[in-house]
Structures are given as structure tokens and as C-alpha cells.
């Protein structure tokens, strides 16, 4: 018998076939060391966040994308609360736009539901122990999102900066395509990048960043 203490877990998910797979999954594992112990099911966010504080569970498996609210809402709000229970999300979902809001709001872990039995219970385990764990396709993603310039960091080209001075003068693309002799079409392939890279959406907006970071002026 170990004297390890049992890992108690709260499992969030919107479909009921799979907290019920999850729950037999743990239950069945109890004689593991440690052993764990499912203190209840939530299908939502809001409800993830209620039975956490009533339960105070060790971990919280959490889904992402719920009907009744979503995961990483829920992340955002137990962390807010200074909840003690570490969450590990475990999702079908493995794109830029569920991994990093995830993270970013607190999650120790992110797996995906087709990761092997054993690597969830090691998951489960490190999770429980403060220890960071990811899916080799989440690390991968999450390496890239750090090496990859967020828009509004990355730098202009000494023609971007060309093209920008002479929007902030009031100059139309005929007149920049002349003045710097290149087509019209170039022009405008130059004031997508720049859009891009200062995080505006029109070229007034492109000024106004630019005299705000101190790129123009």
C-alpha cells in the first residue's frame, strides 16, 4: 500500500461520454502510486469555477470550447481568485488562438485528448507537483509563438520606412509609386506590411502608431 497521498481532480467538460471516460479512466488507476481521486464533474466554465471552490481539488482537467462558458475564461478567473488547484487543459484543440490564451491565463498544462493513458496520468502528476507540462505539438507551437515577432514589434524595412513618410505627408499611392519609382501595386503590397507590423488597419492608423512608437517624428 502506498502512504503517497491520493491526487484529487475536478474534470470540466461539456460532453458527458467524456467526463464519464475520464472518470472510470482515474478511478481505475487508483491503485497507482499516487492514486487519484475525481471529487467531481463541471460542464462549463462558471460551473468549473463554483466547484472548484467548493471542492478545492488538487488539478482541474479542462476542456476549452463549452457552450456554457469557456475554459479559458474559467482559467483566467481561478487564477484571478488565487484558486490552489493547478489546471491542466486537455482539449481537441491545439491552434495559436486556444493554446497561448490558455497559457497566458494560467494553465500548468495543455494536452490533447488523444494522448496516450499513461502520459495523462504523468501529465496529472507533474501537474499536481507545480511542473509545467505540454504536448509535444503545444511546445512547438508555443516555441515558434516566442521566436516570431508579435505585430507592432517587428522592425521596418528601409523602404516600409520610405513608404510610411510619404503617407504621413498626405501622398497618394500614384505619387509614392512615382516618387520612389516603383508600380502602384507595389506601393500597396509595402502598406499591407506596414499594417501588419504596426497593428493598424488603415494607413491614419499606421501614421498615428508610428508617431506613437516614435517611428516617425
Given at each position: 500500500m502506498t502512504t503517497e497521498p491520493l491526487i484529487t481532480l475536478l474534470i470540466v467538460d461539456d460532453h458527458p461520454v467524456v467526463r464519464d471516460g475520464l472518470r472510470g479512466?482515474?478511478?481505475s488507476a487508483s491503485g497507482a502510486s499516487p492514486g487519484f481521486r475525481v471529487l467531481g464533474e463541471a460542464a462549463s466554465g462558471p460551473e468549473a469555477v463554483a466547484r472548484a471552490a467548493e471542492l478545492d481539488p488538487d488539478v482541474i482537467l479542462m476542456d476549452l470550447r463549452m457552450p456554457g462558458g469557456s475554459g479559458v475564461a474559467a482559467i483566467r478567473e481561478l487564477t484571478r481568485r488565487g484558486a490552489r488547484a493547478k489546471v491542466l487543459v486537455l482539449t481537441t484543440y491545439d491552434t495559436d488562438s486556444d493554446t497561448l490564451p490558455a497559457i497566458e491565463a494560467g494553465a500548468t498544462g495543455y494536452?490533447?485528448?488523444?494522448?496516450?493513458?499513461?502520459?495523462?496520468f504523468t501529465a496529472v502528476r507533474a501537474a499536481a507537483e507545480g511542473r509545467t507540462v505540454l504536448s509535444p505539438a503545444v511546445a512547438s507551437r508555443l516555441v515558434?509563438?516566442?521566436?516570431?515577432p508579435a505585430p507592432g514589434n517587428e522592425p521596418l524595412s528601409a523602404r516600409e520606412?520610405?513608404?510610411?513618410?510619404?503617407?504621413?505627408r498626405g501622398t497618394s499611392n500614384r505619387e509614392i509609386a512615382r516618387e520612389l519609382f516603383i508600380s502602384e501595386a507595389t506601393v500597396k503590397t509595402h502598406l499591407t506590411?506596414?499594417?501588419?507590423?504596426?497593428?493598424?488597419?488603415?494607413?491614419?492608423a499606421a501614421v498615428a502608431?508610428?508617431?506613437?512608437?516614435?517611428?516617425l517624428g
Open positions: 479512466m482515474f478511478e494536452l490533447l485528448k488523444d494522448a496516450p493513458r499513461d502520459e495523462l515558434r509563438a516566442v521566436r516570431t520606412r520610405e513608404v510610411l513618410t510619404l503617407v504621413a506590411h506596414l499594417y501588419t507590423k504596426l497593428g493598424a488597419k488603415d494607413r491614419a502608431a508610428a508617431y506613437d512608437r516614435g517611428i
